[in-house]
């Protein structure tokens, strides 16, 4: 056994924090859009950020209402030797008051991609056996072994896919997203991942969303005493009125048409860091 999988929602036994759960404020004024989307900590660390939530209109021709979205999602192993093999993540959207739930009108990363791709050959030999001889009133001779050895390239990469998830009746109503890592490299999913969403509004009353991860890792990460948890974290709320963040770009968004906004700008994927400039030089004192 290699991989297990289990739920975000599993606490880990003896960390501090590890039955933490996310819920809304219940102050009217801090109870919406809240910034921590999840989070958990034990020998791996999942983590969901809201980093724009931005209404206002699809474009000036539809006049529709909508939603610029973009979560930042950080996957880490906290212990030496572990390694997250994959997650799924989940966003769903829905009307607070059950009246039409908002729909997606487009995302990013949006299909399949492939990163770090490795290459190995690998052979196989198929073998049979075969009766050589002259026969003169006896056999002669013996079986003769025969091998065929096949060679292929193949092929393994770190791959994401991403796409929109629909209702009973056919209607866009989430996303998902998910992560696997190389099987060859076994180095694990990317350790960030920054999502957009644009949705689409019939009306502008308040909506809500429900975010559920599911991830994969390696079996002695499993092993480490995970009991399960019923209790998951709050929807999100979202309010229609409130202002635009405007946290990743200053100059702010064209809220008259939403749509114009291209989301591949905005997403993003990364697998690790590199700090440049660590080794300095001092006098010591």
Known sequence: MDDTSFDIYLDEVGDEGSGYHIRNDPNPSRRYQRETVTERRGAVAIRCKSREVIHGFLDPESNEFATLLVYDFSFNAVKPGRRIT????????????????????????????????????????????????????????????????????????????????????????????????????????????????????????EFQCTAKINIETDWKTELENFFGSRSSDDPILFDPEKKPTNNLNKSGYPIENLASVDLRKLSDVVFHHLLDGVIKKGRMK
């Open 86 to 205: 994959a997650a799924t993540i989940s966003l769903n959207f829905g009307n607070s008051v059950q009246e039409v739930s908002p729909r997606i009108h487009n995302l990013s990363p949006f299909g399949h991609f492939a990163m770090l791709r490795t290459t190995q050959q690998q052979s196989t030999t198929r073998g049979s056996e075969i009766n050589a001889g002259i026969q003169f009133g006896g056999e002669l001779g013996g079986a003769l072994k025969w091998e065929k050895t096949i060679s292929l390239d193949m092929s393994n990469a770190t791959t994401l896919n991403g796409s929109t998830e629909c209702d009973d009746f056919g209607n866009e109503i989430g996303v998902s997203w998910i992560l696997h890592e190389n099987r060859s490299t076994k180095t694990g999913i990317p350790s960030f991942l920054r999502t957009a969403i644009l949705i689409k509004r019939e009306d502008n009353n």
